[in-house]
Every structure is written in structure tokens, then in C-alpha cells.
């Protein structure tokens, strides 16, 4: 069975400072990657994923993330982080024998001081 | 175009009762899934229905059940309650049922808040 890992579990940074948050899944046949964003009373959103080809993938609001194939890691960057970026990260793992099923990490909550 | 849609959004049962959730995808999208929110577990996979056939099941206990209409709209059931059922239960949609296509992208809905006592 797939797991996702999310290291971090409370991020605590303030405005500009940069961003990286850390995803491990174990899996080892081939995967559909994302990360999704949960804002404050609002829905799951989808921030990026990654299919295939280039492992730099860049998604919303300035985010991105690589994809480290040896590493097994899908680790979610942003270079300045803002206020409004508060909000609960979520990686998740698709593999190609699951349909649409998604393992989700345990999640990464955010805050970003003024 | 409108998005996922869930219904009730806030419910509150008694340990034993039964309830039902229900999921309106967006216009199109084929596939449904269901998943479980809570502060300890996390988003956990309920199941997945794919053009009214369940397609994938999680590792939970046959308690919940789920189906898919032809008009794609899903309903999930859970039976006899426990307090460990409460948890916001979240619904997804996509165009395709097909994995590792460049459409499997899930679009989530607003969830169904669920308190047990």
C-alpha cells in the first residue's frame, strides 16, 4: 500500500520569508503527485501536479515543486511567502492502478506573521 | 460553470442512526469520490464510483456505503453511527475515471460536516 509523509507538521514563518515544505511517498511503481491548499473555511484546492516530463513543476500563487524521482520526494517551495498563504498544505499520491483514489499526507499547517 | 456541490453541509446525528450525504459533481464529470476529514487520521479514501460502479474502496468498515446514479450525482450512507464517525466528509469530481491521464485533475467539494453524539 502507498503512505505519504509530510514532515512538517506546524510551519510558523513571517512574510517574505521562504517556503519548503517536504513530501515523502512510498510507492514504487509510477505516480501522479499534487499538493492541495485547504484556506481557512474554504475547499480543498488544487496548488500543482506533476504527471510527467519536467520534474519542476509550477503551479498557483507562486508555488512550486520538484519532483526527486530517487528520492521519492515531492517537496512544495515558494520563494516569499505572504500573509494570505496561511492555510493547511496537503501532498497527495495517485498511482496508476488506484483510479482517482488519492493518498493524502497528514498535512502541513501554515501561519504567516504580518 | 457551477462547482461540487454537497449536501447537507452540517448535520448532527445520535449513535446508532444512520445517515446520508449526497454529492452533485460538476456538469460532465463521470467520477465521484469520497473522503473522510478528521483531526487525527487526516483525509483518508473512502471510495471511488466510476459511471455508477464502484471502481475502488478504502479500508473502511462496510458501515459505509456508497452509490453513483446515472446522472453522476453520488450518495454515501453510513449506518449505525459511532462517535468516531464524526468528521467532515469530503466529496471529488473529475471528467474522467482514467488514471494517469491529464484528467484525472479532482475538483473537491465543500464538505458535509457530521458531529455524532
Known amino acids: 500500500a502507498q503512505s505519504v509523509s509530510q514532515h512538517n507538521h506546524h510551519v510558523i514563518l513571517s512574510e517574505a520569508a521562504s517556503l519548503e515544505l517536504g513530501c515523502n511517498y512510498s510507492?514504487?511503481?509510477?505516480?501522479?503527485l499534487f499538493w492541495y491548499v485547504q484556506y481557512p473555511g474554504q475547499h480543498l484546492q488544487l496548488l500543482l501536479k506533476?504527471?510527467?516530463?519536467?520534474?519542476l513543476v509550477k503551479g498557483i500563487k507562486g508555488f512550486e515543486a520538484e519532483f526527486i524521482k530517487s528520492k521519492f520526494s515531492f517537496n512544495l517551495r515558494k520563494p516569499s511567502v505572504q500573509w494570505s498563504d496561511t492555510a493547511e498544505y496537503f501532498c497527495?499520491?495517485?498511482?496508476?492502478?488506484?483510479?482517482?483514489?488519492?493518498?493524502f499526507g497528514g498535512g502541513t499547517r501554515l501561519m504567516v506573521k504580518p | 460553470k457551477a462547482g461540487v456541490t454537497q449536501t447537507p453541509r452540517y448535520l448532527i446525528k445520535t449513535r446508532g442512526q444512520q445517515v446520508t450525504l449526497s454529492c452533485s459533481p460538476i456538469?460532465?464529470?463521470?467520477?465521484v469520490s469520497w473522503y473522510q476529514q478528521t483531526p487525527g487520521q487526516g483525509l483518508q479514501f473512502l471510495f471511488e464510483?466510476?459511471?455508477?460502479?464502484?471502481?475502488n474502496k478504502g479500508n473502511f468498515p462496510g458501515r459505509f456505503s456508497g452509490r453513483q446514479f446515472s446522472n453522476s450525482r453520488s450518495e454515501m450512507n453510513v449506518s449505525t453511527l459511532e462517535l468516531g464517525d464524526s468528521a467532515l466528509y469530503l466529496c471529488?469530481?473529475?471528467?474522467?475515471?482514467?488514471?494517469?491521464?491529464?484528467?484525472?485533475?479532482?475538483?473537491f467539494g465543500p464538505g458535509t460536516r457530521l458531529t455524532v453524539l
Open positions: 510507492y514504487g511503481g509510477t505516480v501522479n
Open positions: 464510483y466510476f459511471s455508477e460502479t464502484q471502481r
Open positions: 456538469s460532465g464529470h463521470r467520477s
Open positions: 471529488a469530481s473529475s471528467l474522467l475515471g482514467l488514471a494517469g491521464s491529464s484528467y484525472n485533475e479532482q475538483f
Open positions: 497527495a499520491v495517485n498511482n496508476n492502478n488506484a483510479g482517482n483514489m488519492l493518498t
Open positions: 506533476y504527471f510527467s516530463g519536467d520534474p
